[in-house]
């Protein structure tokens, strides 16, 4: 048997802040990993819980030629099944976040919010252009507007293509069209994928994968791209920029702030807050020296690339 201590992470701060954490009696998700041992049915994908007729096992030395649920899927139509609705809940992941963004960008161009206004109008252009929107010689809250409503209609599309498939190259886009896979609308893929999912659809799990790429497609060419172009809209382009990270960013004498989650909005705004005066004096009231601002997760790595 190995002597050797397993390692948990490749820093070693974090191996040290997870040791301290064991003295302390403190569980943590490497804890927890290492006492959970996979179900190997679900690992498989051949666990279905589509319907209350199950939960149906497909398992056994033939499974993949003979297995079937009760409603006769078979194995193949259930890993496929299983694995789109997890295609399904991602791009739904991603693209609300698209949505609540392009919503942001809209309420920041009519003026229904104070607190967020346009932060890089070059970039503002650049995505206008590339909707095919007039920006020359109009007010940027106008092109913005436009800009929002433009994405926003992608989400919910019936037909043709969402807007940014044109940024792909023309060969990757003749062979979406060819293969049916160019996604339509953000919602009409994440909807059809939950539906032929559903028991007594379609079986078909070849058919099923191939709404599994359309569906990914709307995630990364629709939800992701229409977020990362709305933030660095409304809160600015990164640039490369010197920043700290770690554990070492705590100081002992202020207070701590750690930001995190997926959309930045909130955290943009407490960034503008934590430098003012009022705040900074509250913190001295209270004993410390001043605010720190950390973070973990996407957001922080959002507000860590626009402002160190
Ligand atoms: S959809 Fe079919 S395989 Fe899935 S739980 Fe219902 S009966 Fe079982």
Avoid at 95 to 108: G, I, K
Avoid at 195 to 216: E, K, M, S
């Amino acid at each position: 048997m190995s002597n050797h201590k397993p390692i948990k992470s490749a820093s070693t701060s974090a191996e040290e802040i997870i040791e301290w954490g064991e003295a302390n009696k403190m569980e943590t998700c490497f804890d927890r990993a290492a006492k959970m041992k996979p179900c190997p049915i679900g690992e498989t994908g051949a666990c279905c819980k589509v319907c209350h007729m199950g939960p149906c096992r497909l398992i056994g030395k033939n499974a993949e030629e003979e297995a079937t649920g009760v409603c006769g899927a078979s194995l193949s139509t259930v890993a496929a099944r299983n694995f789109v609705r997890m295609i399904a809940a991602g791009t739904a992941a991603h693209s609300d976040h698209a949505r609540d963004m392009a919503n942001t960008l809209l309420a920041a161009a009519t003026g229904e919010v104070k607190d967020f206004k346009i932060t890089d109008v070059r970039k503002l252009y650049k995505v206008a252009g590339i909707l095919e929107i007039e920006f020359e010689g109009r007010p940027v809250n106008d092109v913005a507007k436009d800009v929002a409503e433009t994405f926003l209609q992608d989400f919910g599309r019936q037909n043709g293509e969402i807007n940014y498939c044109k940024r792909a190259p023309k060969k990757t886009q003749e062979r979406w069209k060819k293969y049916g896979i160019a996604p339509r609308g953000i919602d009409r893929e994440v909807v059809e994928a939950m539906h032929r999912t559903n028991i007594g659809v379609d079986h078909d799990a070849d058919h099923l994968l191939t709404h599994g790429l359309r569906t990914a497609l709307a995630d990364g060419w629709g939800g992701c791209m229409i977020s990362t172009d709305v933030t660095d809209i409304l809160f600015g382009t990164p640039r490369p920029i010197k920043a700290e990270a770690s554990f070492g960013i705590f100081k002992e004498d202020e207070v701590n702030l750690v930001v995190h989650g997926h959309e930045p909005s909130l955290a943009e705004l407490i960034v503008d807050v934590v430098s003012t005066d009022e705040m900074i004096e509250y913190a001295k009231s209270k004993g410390a020296k001043g605010i720190n601002l950390g973070g973990m997760c996407c957001t922080a790595n959002e507000v860590l690339m626009r402002h160190g």
